[in-house]
Each structure stands twice: as C-alpha cells, then as structure tokens.
C-alpha cells in the first residue's frame, strides 16, 4: 500500500501564496499519477489539479488555472502544489491522491490512495 501525507496547509490572508506538500511512502511506483482535490464545508471534494510524470503532463481545474501549479520530486517521492493569488473560496481541505496506473480521472473513485487532508484558510 502506499501511504500519503499532506502538510504546508494554514491560514493565509486573500492574494497570498501557499505551497503544500504530499508525501508518499510505503509502496510506490515506477510509473504514477498525483492529484490534488478539495473539499470545502458543506460542499462535495473537487478535482483541483494532477500530474502524471510518466508523460510530464498536468491538469488543472478550470477555476484554479493560472493560479495554481502542481509539480512533482519524483527523487523524494512528494508533489507539491503552489498556490497563488489565494481566495476566500480557495478555503477548503486539501487532500492529495495517488494512482498507480498513471492515469488521470477527475472522478474520486478512480485514484486508489488519499491523505488525510490539510487545511486551507484564506481570511479575506
């Protein structure tokens, strides 16, 4: 199995930055896909953004493009994503997911692993 554990999440103030964290251990792959999602109170966890390094491609969320930027250190088995020009409604749990096959699916059921999940607070 593989283990993920997110981390840099914490209050920040509306148009700064933030960059968060997932590491992976356990079990890993030579070839895989990273994704990002969140889920804000009272609302169902969405698809933020992904990356898949055996093609070096990423996805992103229409609401975050040009915002955020997901990128990975395949070396330390971790995937970032920086957050910029943060929002009020950019307020929410992230949680980071793996998928072993290296594919990428906006639908929650098709990534295998999950964090636990950060929090993200952006004071207006």
């Known amino acids: 199995q593989v283990q993920l554990v997110e981390s840099g999440g914490r209050l920040v103030q509306a148009g700064g930055s933030l960059r968060l964290s997932c590491a992976a251990s356990?079990?890993?792959?030579?070839?895989?896909?990273m994704g990002w999602f969140r889920q804000a109170p009272g609302k169902e966890r969405e698809f933020v953004a992904a990356i898949t390094w055996s093609g070096g491609s990423t996805y992103y969320a229409d609401s975050v493009k040009g915002r955020f930027a997901i990128s990975g250190d395949k070396a330390k088995n971790t995937v970032y994503l920086q957050m910029n020009s943060l929002k009020p409604e950019d307020t929410a749990v992230y949680y980071c997911?793996?998928?072993?096959?290296?594919?990428?699916?906006?639908?929650?059921?098709?990534?295998?692993?999950w964090g636990q999940g950060t929090q993200v607070t952006v004071s207006s």
């Open positions: 997911a793996a998928e072993s096959g290296g594919l990428i699916s906006g639908r929650l059921k098709n990534w295998e692993y």
């Open positions: 356990g079990r890993t792959f030579s070839s895989y896909a």
